[in-house]
């Protein structure tokens, strides 16, 4: 089960509403948790805030660092 608060996470506005596909993503201090929207009784995976940014930096030039 995961340890965020279901009402923390959230996922893309281009995602599709069928849920296909799709990555949520939970903030919290220190760690951002990642996990499929189709089975979210799956562990999240937690990757450092640094991380995250980066990675999101790489995907989307134009977003800001989080």
């Known amino acids: 089960m995961s340890t965020t608060d279901k009402s ?3 996922k893309s506005s281009y995602s599709d509403s069928e849920g296909a596909n799709c990555i949520e993503v939970a903030m919290r ?5 990642i996990r499929d929207s189709k089975d979210t009784r799956i ?9 995250w940014a980066a ?11 989080i």
């Open 8 to 10: 923390a996470w959230f």
């Open 29 to 33: 201090p220190g760690v951002v948790h």
């Open 43 to 51: 562990q999240p995976l937690a990757v450092a805030p640094e991380a």
């Open 55 to 65: 990675f999101v930096g790489r995907i989307v030039p134009s977003c800001p660092a």
